[in-house]
């Protein structure tokens, strides 16, 4: 079973976790994951609207560390491809 907080928006081109660089800051918008794992995410504090920045990795590049909510988190690759970004505003 897949969780998605979607609303029907393409995600062709859309920015995943795992397309941030080092110290840059996205808002969560989705986790396309299955449940378990989605829960325990969101748990961890990666849910719709929360601000994630990116923070160092580990020599080969995987796994990375997020900061979340306080907390620095480890997520594989895999894993941060499929935590969506929502787009930055072009105000």
């Excluded at 996205?26 to 990116?54: C, H, I, K, W, Y």
């Excluded at 160092?56 to 969506?84: C, K, N, Q």
């Amino acid at each position: 079973m897949q969780v998605s907080f979607k609303n029907g928006a393409s995600v062709t081109s859309q920015r995943t976790l795992a397309d941030l660089l080092e110290n840059q800051q996205a808002l969560v918008e989705s986790l396309n994951l299955p449940e378990d794992l989605a829960g325990r995410l969101m748990e961890l504090g990666f849910v719709p609207g929360q601000a994630v920045t990116a923070a160092r990795s580990a020599p080969g590049g995987d796994p990375r560390v997020f900061r979340v909510d306080g907390a620095e988190v480890a997520l594989r690759r895999e894993t941060a491809l499929h935590i969506h970004l929502k787009p930055e505003s072009a105000d």
